[in-house]
């Protein structure tokens, strides 16, 4: 990924005659506590209850940064999905990361991030569980899940650990702290979408340092 830029949303467009480029970074800290990055929506999956509330906060576990995303109130159970789309340009070949912190949630501590995400029912998960020690990648159709992978995974001692996707045309790999651990074809959502942050029923993680590069221009 690119280089990291203190607090903002950052877009660089290069066009030419044939191609152009984008790269968005945020690691919050030049938000205000309590509000949003901008262009960001909650949602959720299969949800009957009250949307989770993600805010920007403090992190008293950064050695060097402060601020993080996370979900701060969450009274939603069961399989349904927390999520908080970054509404700020769709794209198709992406590579995306973030950090995750697992906070609290029980047998589903831990949470994800999603891609080419038509809406709240149709995208790519790439879900951490941190109780069962694995790492999966989902599709979502019409807001029902099919997993396409699963594997085991060691989280480090640090609290925070790394989830990378690159998907380009049909092929997805997916890394765990700089590991790759899935890599497979998939072609049901052949489309460009927006991408997100994702937590299961009653999980409340943290996010920070959310990276998106895509050699495509943003639509």
């Known amino acids: 990924m690119k280089s990291k830029i203190s607090g903002l949303l950052v877009l660089f467009f290069i066009v030419g005659s044939v191609w152009a480029e984008t790269q968005q970074t945020w690691s ?5 506590s309590g509000s949003l990055p901008e262009n ?15 805010e920007v906060q403090e992190d008293a576990t950064s050695k060097l940064e402060n601020k993080c995303l996370a979900i701060t109130n969450n009274t939603n159970r069961g399989e349904m999905a ?3 789309m970054i509404k700020n340009g769709v794209y198709k070949n992406i590579e995306f990361s973030t950090k995750i912190k697992t906070g609290t949630g029980g047998k589903n501590a831990g949470g994800g ?5 038509a809406d709240e029912n149709h995208y790519y ?8 020690t694995s790492l999966r990648l989902y599709v ?5 899940s099919s997993l396409l992978e699963s594997t085991s995974v060691e ?3 640090e609290p925070w650990q790394q989830i990378d996707v690159i998907h380009h045309d049909e092929t997805i790999e997916i890394l765990f702290n700089g590991e790759s651990k899935i890599s497979i074809e998939d072609k049901q959502l052949d489309f460009k979408g927006w ?8 999980a409340m993680p943290s996010f920070d340092d959310v990276n998106l590069y895509s050699d495509e221009d943003a639509e």
């Open 155 to 157: 989280a480090a001692s």
């Open 82 to 84: 927390n999520i908080l």
């Open 125 to 132: 998960l790439a879900q951490w569980n941190a109780t069962s």
């Open 28 to 32: 919050f800290e030049e938000l205000e």
């Open 195 to 202: 991408v997100g942050l994702w937590a299961q029923g009653s």
């Open 113 to 117: 991030i999603i891609w080419r995400a």
């Open 140 to 144: 979502y159709i019409g807001g029902k």
């Open 40 to 54: 960001c929506e909650a949602t959720e999956t299969d949800g009957k209850g009250q949307k989770a509330l993600w």
